[in-house]
């Protein structure tokens, strides 16, 4: 059931998307809701894309949208907060695509803890660039939590971090003991950052009742589901978070 809530939830960001830019009379007045906006759209095609790649493990794909959705969550979280803006984020989004260049410093190397935005304005974008410090910064200890375990945890599948393999091969004194071919875990990991990501989303009035309503109801559905799954206690002894 959590895999199919996966996919319906895209589906429900989709519609929710459409209903909001599209409603009668509806502008998004400012920057920050089209920001929002984006990270629904992403978060979406991360779904869907996670819905028709799994394969019965946690990938480094998997692991890659599972961290993509948690950095969208620390984004939208600090926009609304006020401790870094959207335009920081949009500053440092398109600097590291290349869009537009970092500053220069006096002695003519890059700065990049800063973005020349336009000819006559820089966007200070050092916190917008570390997930580190945005989990600080959104005033939440938890969230420093689940930086420390969860992000670094799914980073390691995303890098294949040396470290991680070296401490595997001598605890085990083998290859890396992970369960490759466990989708329960997989799908745990998922719905856990999506189910942050919608709470935090769901603060947001300006997206209407319905779609607010539409989302919150599948949020605590597939809480459920995770509650459900948390529940197993071989499960819990192969995740790195014990917290569940």
């Not at 519609?15 to 978060?43: C, E, Y």
């Amino acid at each position: 059931r959590a895999c199919e809530l996966i996919l319906e939830i895209a589906y429900v960001l989709d519609s929710s998307i459409h209903r909001a830019v599209n409603a009668k009379g509806k502008i998004l007045r400012r920057t920050s809701d089209t920001f929002i906006i984006s990270t629904m759209a992403n978060t979406a095609t991360s779904l869907v894309f996670t819905y028709r790649t799994m394969n019965g493990q946690i990938s480094d794909d998997v692991a890659g949208v599972c961290r993509g959705i948690f950095e969208d969550y620390l984004r939208i979280k600090c926009v609304r907060q006020g401790s870094v803006s959207d335009e920081q984020f949009q500053a440092a989004q398109m600097a590291s695509r290349g869009y537009v260049p970092f500053a220069t410093k006096e002695n003519g190397r890059p700065d990049f803890g800063r973005v020349q935005f336009s000819e006559d304005k820089q966007v200070d974008v050092a916190d917008a660039k570390s997930f580190a410090k945005l989990s600080k910064l959104t005033g939440d200890p938890q969230d420093e939590i689940l930086y420390d375990v969860l992000y670094r945890e799914l980073s390691s599948y995303v890098h294949r971090d040396v470290i991680r393999v070296v401490q595997s091969l001598v605890e085990s004194g083998g290859l890396p003991t992970f369960d490759e071919n466990d989708k329960v875990t997989s799908v745990y990991y998922v719905g856990f950052v999506v189910a942050l990501y919608l709470r935090e989303l769901i603060v947001e009035p300006w997206l209407g009742t319905t779609i607010v309503r539409d989302i919150a109801f599948k949020g605590e559905e597939l809480s459920r589901c995770l509650e459900h799954i948390g529940a197993n206690k071989a499960l819990q002894r192969r995740l790195p978070m014990r917290f569940i």
